[in-house]
């Protein structure tokens, strides 16, 4: 009698998604770990605010130039290469933070890693799109988005420990160390065509919407960017909200209520924690949305619409000199509430052209990246300028009544135009395919 095989803990499948996610919560450590340092940065360069958000705005630069042309090299290269690469630039980086003595050098260091980070999420979404059914990735960008915000709410507290126990050198030596491993695993683990995968079962298999193909569908930049100007416009203004959340939070509760270190950390951690439900939440109510009615745009832009309105109403209060306690509550209220935009977002870029999922989804995100570079800047700018933040929070609303208006005009019922109608009914199930629109 034939010995019964051994149980497997989890699907290839879930494995991919977990590898993704530790990705994620690696990559906005090193994202934002620069914010919970900016204290000690500051105080041994000798830094202003307006300088310091130059430092930030180096990352962002780098991020949002290199954002399209890395989703077009990811297309060609597929996610493991590109993510590999990618990997391997953003760890480099991180250590020569570490290694830094001087404004310059922290600049260049943190310019190679925004070249690093650029193509991630839109390699990603490619990565995804290959091995999620349509109607999972609303929540496979929700959990992987999830586990970046994590990785925001963690990082205040594991730099800021580290500086304590050691330095702020110290502490991007030890993280650009974790992510340089993370690629090893990555290269070892992942594989671009889903049949290659050496523990895919053939019913998993049989369960993925997108096929290994070896015809190349051919990019035409002008439908795709005619498709996408709309979610590129709702990326720049969560992007505005979302960077003055990673860059300036513990910096806000140190210079507005004098607190150290140790207790802005806290702070700002129960802060970004409330992002971790917001964007797990805004993906699956997504996709249960889209299961419930058929309607991919309508699943689509509610959520979008509900999570840039939501957070005004919770900026509010902080025109009214609230308590530390009654700021972070409102905050992390608003932070909840805008995470509900992540998701929605990111899953119409895979929606509106899956066999270019990179490209689309480095497209869409540009609009992110020009809010990073220009948002630090001027958010330095106008707290030394005017010694208050509440004009910061008077031009984030802003941005949170122009995304809603944006989000109107997304259509993720009319896929992008450059793929064939076969392709597009492989690569969305049948309750999508009925509300594509002949344009």
């Known amino acids: 009698m034939a010995s019964a095989q051994p149980r497997r803990r989890f699907s290839a499948t879930t494995g ?32 202003n605010n307006s300088q310091l958000g130059i430092v930030f705005a180096a990352f962002a630069m780098t991020y949002a130039i290199a954002m399209i042309p890395g989703g077009v090299i990811a297309d060609r290269l597929g996610s493991r290469k590109m993510l590999a690469i990618c990997g391997l630039l953003w760890g480099f980086g991180t250590l020569l933070t570490g290694l830094a003595g001087s404004f310059t050098m922290v600049l260049l260091a943190r310019f190679i890693v925004g070249l690093g980070e650029s193509p991630i999420v839109p390699t990603s979404a490619r990565a995804m799109t290959a091995w999620m059914k349509p109607d999972q990735r609303g929540f496979a960008q929700g959990i992987t988005h999830a586990c970046a915000r994590l990785g925001n709410a963690s990082t205040p507290i594991v730099v800021a420990a580290l500086i304590t126990a050691f330095s702020w050198h110290i502490a991007f030596v030890v993280l650009g160390v974790a992510s340089l491993a993370w690629v090893v695993l990555w290269v070892w683990y992942y594989r671009d065509n889903p049949a290659d995968h050496p523990a895919i079962t053939p019913d998993e298999l049989a369960r993925l919407p997108v096929k290994a193909s070896k015809v190349r569908v051919p990019m035409r930049w002008g439908p795709l960017l005619r498709a996408l100007w709309p979610a590129t416009l709702v990326s720049f203004c ?33 802060i970004f924690l409330s992002g971790v439900v917001g964007t797990t939440l805004g993906g699956t109510l997504s996709d249960l949305l889209l299961k419930r009615t058929g309607n991919i745009r309508r699943a689509r832009q509610t959520m979008i619409t509900i999570g840039f309105l939501g957070p005004i109403v919770f900026f509010i209060p902080m025109f009214l000199h609230p308590s530390p306690n009654l700021a972070a509550l409102s905050l992390a209220a608003a932070l909840f509430l805008s995470e509900l935009v992540t998701a929605p977002l990111w899953a119409v870029a895979m929606d509106l052209a899956p066999n270019h999922a990179a490209t689309s989804s480095s497209i869409m995100n540009t609009g992110l990246g020009i809010a990073a570079s220009v948002s630090p800047p001027i958010v330095g700018w106008l707290v030394d300028a005017t010694h208050s933040w509440q004009p910061v929070f008077a031009l984030s609303i802003v941005c949170l009544l122009l995304g809603p208006i944006a989000a109107n005009w997304i259509r993720p019922d009319r896929p992008y135009l450059g793929e064939s109608l076969d392709e597009r009914q ?14």
């Open 16 to 47: 991919v998604l977990i590898v993704l996610c530790i990705m994620s919560y690696l990559m906005y450590v090193d994202r934002t770990n620069i914010s919970t340092a900016a204290l000690a940065i500051r105080h041994d360069l000798k830094l």
């Open 238 to 270: 969560h992007g505005w909200i979302l960077w003055f959340f990673l860059n300036w939070m513990p910096s806000f509760f140190a210079q507005n209520y004098h607190l150290n270190i140790k207790h802005s950390a806290l702070f700002s951690s129960g």
């Open 426 to 439: 492989d690569s969305r199930s049948g309750s999508f395919a009925a509300q594509r629109s002949a344009t």
